[in-house]
């Protein structure tokens, strides 16, 4: 297994996007829950990430609604199929943990839903952050709650985003 890192500035911060043989299967956020240790990234290498950096410049510039990448999402079958249905949630909109247990046709798997969605491994990409607990209120995210506040606002149509840190 080969694998390659680059950083990336966002408006939320650094992203880490990590490579495995040469197609996408990390991006972490600074100080997110659940983020591998650095030294499993691998070498850094910016050279795998050209469209994803384009599609990510893109997404934040308002100019892209949906991600079209090859996503290596290594999890437990449960997981990759959660992760799946986050892929298919409108950019702009929210569905619930249950909406989503019931999509899987498992109506009371609500939380394992919501363990599945803290453990996605291509943030903003797999949106995750578009998931909300039942009343619609923020809940957990692995990159914060913040974060996922100002995501949701900027697909909402709000003003872009200042950046979370400074840059430089």
Not at 42 to 47: C, L
């Amino acid at each position: 297994m080969n694998r390659q890192h680059t950083t990336v500035d966002s408006p939320y911060g650094p992203l880490t996007l990590v490579a495995t043989d040469g197609v996408l299967s990390g991006l972490y956020m600074a100080g997110q829950r659940h983020r591998p240790p650095r030294e499993t990234f691998g070498e850094p290498d910016p050279r795998p990430f050209r469209e994803a950096v384009r599609q990510l410049d893109a997404y934040h510039a308002r100019e892209l609604t949906r991600f079209d990448l090859p996503l290596r999402l290594d999890g437990t079958p449960f997981q990759r199929r959660v992760w799946e249905l986050l892929r298919a949630i409108p950019y702009g909109e929210t569905r619930t943990y249950g909406e989503l247990a019931a999509a899987l046709g498992q109506p009371t798997a609500s939380r394992a839903v919501g363990l599945a969605n803290g453990r996605n491994p291509i943030g903003i990409i797999v949106p995750c952050h578009r998931v909300v607990g039942a009343d619609g209120g923020l809940t957990g995210y692995g990159g914060g709650l913040d974060r996922k506040r100002r995501l949701l606002a900027f697909e909402s149509g709000a003003p872009a985003p200042e950046a979370l840190f400074p840059v430089g």
